[in-house]
């Protein structure tokens, strides 16, 4: 088994080996340092020894004997070893129950920050190292770490049962749960800041979990809808920059080499998520992305329906990207002034003030409507707005081209 192979099996088995060992003892930190050794140990010996035919069990075993000599040497808790004890007689069979959807539910506790739930999902479930993960959010390890072990202690603090809610709770917790996954996933996409247009270690992560969450909820329509949302956007991936990593539009883009695979997938899922009775914002930006998909050119985009499922969804989730968004469905109707009327709307938006997206769509609409100045002029402060350094590049080449 090739090292990649390798690599992929132990992130889909460090979730379920840790969900297993926190159910058994109960102390997520100490459970998670020991995962995470084990891990390692794993990726140095079955390259070069082989995979044992148990590699869950192989996990487990060692991760818990690890565990035993952390509770060994930590002479403030020498009156848990009668618990020690007790472990040391453990089975070496692992049970056949997966934890991984309790894992993430705990990884996203409300107690946490955003920032500290998608740092501790990806340590914890996503398998990832605390470098990897500080080189994905382009901050010092050091800082990454700190922000993971606080994440711990808070999630230790609140004294957590390891067990799925139920309820009106349970809706919440994975509400919570969809919003992680997609931020890590959004992250991927497109990153915030950086040389590259999009990070695909973190889209692909995002993706994985999530097909995790589906594969044990398939009948949720909003799980089903962010998976199928994902699939969809990620299809477009290899047409989004150029070989020299210049950003491409999505009317520019060549369709032909767009990834008919995923795009299947997700229509299906779309289908399936739309079965429902009940609506999601999810299952409503899948729609929406199938619909984009479904055309061959960027003319034969069915804007009057993307239109229409941006204005249900800004009823449904009011937010301000939405309404950006609508804009700019809006103007592919009824034409740029249009568009440019609702987008004055989000003037007086403080979450909108200085946003890039927003200078750079109106300037698009502007330089759309003729008023090449007033495009030359948002598209550079567009620029200067954003961190990514291929967005930079691409909207200081838009206002080359219009004040040409």
Known sequence: MTAPVIEDLLRELTPQVLGALVRR???????????????????VQWPAEGVPDNPRGWLSTV????????MRSDHARRERESATAAVEAMPQDV?????????????????????????????????????????????????????????????????????????????????????????IFNEGYTASSGSELHRADLAYEAIRLTRMVHAQLPGDGEVTGLLALMVLTHARRETRTTPAGDLVPLDEQDRTKWDRGLIDEGVEL???????????????????????????????????????????????????????????????????????????????????AGHHRLLSVRAHL????????GAYEHYRRAAKSTASIAEQRYLESRAGRVRT
Request: aromatic share 4%; charged share 20%; hydrophobic share 45%.
């Open 95 to 183: 049970p056949d129950t997966d934890d991984t959807l309790v894992l993430l539910f705990l990884c996203c506790h409300p107690t946490l920050t955003g920032a500290s739930q998608v740092a501790l999902t990806l340590r914890a479930v996503g398998g990832l190292t605390t470098a990897e993960i500080a080189r994905a959010f382009l901050v010092p390890e050091a800082t990454m770490a700190a922000r993971i072990s606080r994440a711990k202690q808070r999630v230790k603090a609140a004294g957590s049962s390891f067990g799925l809610p139920d309820g009106a709770e349970l809706q919440e917790r994975l509400r919570v749960v969809l919003h992680v996954l997609y931020l």
């Open 270 to 352: 779309v289908k399936a998520s739309l079965a429902g009775p009940v609506l999601g914002p999810y299952q409503l930006q899948a729609a929406i992305a199938a619909t984009h998909a479904d055309a061959a050119t960027a003319e034969e985009t069915d804007w009057p329906q993307v239109h229409a499922l941006y204005l249900i969804l800004e009823r449904l989730a009011p937010n301000p990207m939405v309404t950006l968004n609508r804009a700019i469905a809006l103007a592919e109707i009824d034409g740029p002034r249009a568009g440019l009327a609702l987008l004055s709307t989000l003037d007086g938006d403080e979450r909108m």
């Open 25 to 43: 003892h109960g102390q997520f930190e100490g459970c998670e340092d020991a995962v995470q050794e084990a891990v390692l140990a794993a990726a």
């Open 366 to 373: 502007l330089e759309k409507a003729g008023d090449t100045a």
């Open 63 to 70: 991760a818990s004997r690890r565990l035993i000599d952390q």
